[in-house]
C-alpha cells in the first residue's frame, strides 16, 4: 500500500468513497458533490482542498483536508474526513493517512488539526483516542447552513 497526495485523476474514485462514507452513516441521500465540483474546488486557481490516498491496486482510503483559521490559535489544518473502504479497514490504512495528514500540517506551519467525529461512531472514537491520545470535546455543537 502507498500513501501519496491526491491527483484531479483520483476523484472519480474519492467520490466513490464519499458515497461509501455517506451510506454507512445513513446520509446517501445529502451527497450533493460531484467530480466537477471537486475538480473545480480542488485543482482550480484557488484549491479549497486536498487529499492524500491510500492506494493499492486501487484506491482503498482518503484523507481530505483544508485549511481554517483559529482567532486563538492561528493557522489550523482541518481534517473533513478519513475514509478507508469498509473491506479495508482494521489494516492500518487509516492510520497511515491520519498520519500522513499530521506530517502535512507540520510542514505546512499550521499549529495543529482539528477534525469532528459522529457520537455514535465509536470504532472511529477508539481509533483516535487509541493512536493519537486526542481530546475529544463534547462542548461545541455543530451549526451549519445550507443554501
Not at 501519496?4 to 485523476?9: A, F, N, S, V
Not at 467530480?35 to 486501487?58: I, Q
Not at 479495508?88 to 499550521?110: P, Q, V
Request: glycine content about 8%; proline content about 2%; hydrophobic content about 35%.
Amino acid at each position: 500500500m502507498k500513501i501519496r497526495k491526491g491527483i484531479k485523476e483520483d476523484l472519480p474514485q474519492v467520490l466513490d468513497l464519499i458515497n461509501e462514507l455517506a451510506e454507512y452513516e445513513k446520509a446517501l441521500d445529502q451527497v450533493i458533490n460531484t467530480v466537477e465540483l471537486m475538480e473545480r474546488d480542488g485543482f482550480g486557481s484557488h484549491p479549497l482542498f486536498g487529499f492524500f490516498v491510500a492506494e493499492e491496486k486501487d484506491i482503498v482510503g482518503i484523507s481530505l483536508y483544508y485549511y481554517r483559521y483559529s482567532t486563538w490559535k492561528g493557522k489550523r489544518l482541518y481534517l473533513e474526513d478519513i475514509i478507508v473502504t469498509e473491506s479495508e479497514r482494521g489494516k492500518g490504512i487509516g492510520k497511515h493517512l491520519f498520519d500522513a495528514t499530521i506530517e502535512y500540517g507540520k510542514a505546512n506551519n499550521c499549529t495543529g488539526m482539528v477534525w469532528q467525529v459522529l457520537d455514535w461512531n465509536e470504532p472511529a472514537i477508539n481509533f483516535y483516542q487509541k493512536y493519537y491520545q486526542a481530546d475529544l470535546d463534547d462542548e461545541w455543537i455543530n451549526c451549519s447552513i445550507d443554501w
